[in-house]
């Protein structure tokens, strides 16, 4: 992270969650994101949806996953760059379909287990390879074995941020019981959104 980079620090009932952006990239997710937040509009909102194993999404007034509006009050398109991938960690956008983007987002927990996951993802970075998204595929296949997330989404899910502190929060969240439709069955709640400033040491 660059000196002088602006971070959200997430707080959530089971403890702080940090995230960097990539506006260089997704300039409207970000943008989305971040005045959402200085607006308090995510405040008080719950994860509604949590899969252990693979992500954890809030962002919903609704709570219920139907929910929540972009800042420009009407859906925004997708942002996909070749040097971004759902790895573990990211922070992207959830939608409804292409071009659907509005208030809701995810954080990929999904971690690395097996020689099974890691065939299926040689498979899907090289396959995006192919279809010209993503950068080189062994740069993004390397990382995706380091440190897991969800190939099969790239393409899919405008990936515009990633957390550099707080994935054992995250962890712990996506780990609790659930019930209905993968809902916690205790509230798991973003109390407030900071935004500070990384100085180098």
């Known amino acids: 992270m660059k000196d002088g980079e602006e971070y959200a620090v997430m707080k959530t009932t089971m403890g702080d969650i940090k995230i960097r952006f990539f506006p260089e990239y997704a300039p409207k997710a970000v943008e989305n994101f971040i005045t959402h937040a200085k607006e308090n509009y ?3 909102l719950i994860f509604h949806r949590v899969m252990n194993d693979f992500m954890i999404q809030g962002g919903d007034p609704k709570g219920i996953g139907t929910g929540g509006e972009s800042i420009w009050d009407e859906p925004f398109e997708d942002e996909f760059a070749r040097e971004l991938h759902n790895f573990r960690g990211a922070l992207s ?5 292409p071009d659907t983007n509005g208030s809701q987002f995810f954080i990929v927990q999904a971690p690395i287990e097996s020689e099974e996951i890691a065939a299926y993802i040689d498979k899907q ?5 192919e279809q010209g ?3 080189s595929p062994q740069i993004a296949i390397d ?3 380091e440190i897991g997330g969800t190939p099969h989404l790239d393409g899919h899910h405008t990936v515009f941020g990633h957390i550099f502190e707080g994935m054992d929060v995250v962890d712990s969240i996506a780990a609790v019981e659930t019930g ?4 916690p069955i205790e509230p798991i709640v973003i109390e407030d ?3 500070e400033t990384h100085k180098a040491q």
């Open 143 to 145: 990382k995706y074995k």
């Open 93 to 97: 956008m959830a939608n409804a379909g």
């Open 180 to 183: 209905k439709n993968d809902k």
């Open 193 to 195: 959104i900071v935004f």
């Open 125 to 129: 970075v090289l396959l995006m390879e």
């Open 42 to 44: 995510y405040d008080g």
């Open 133 to 135: 998204e993503g950068q």
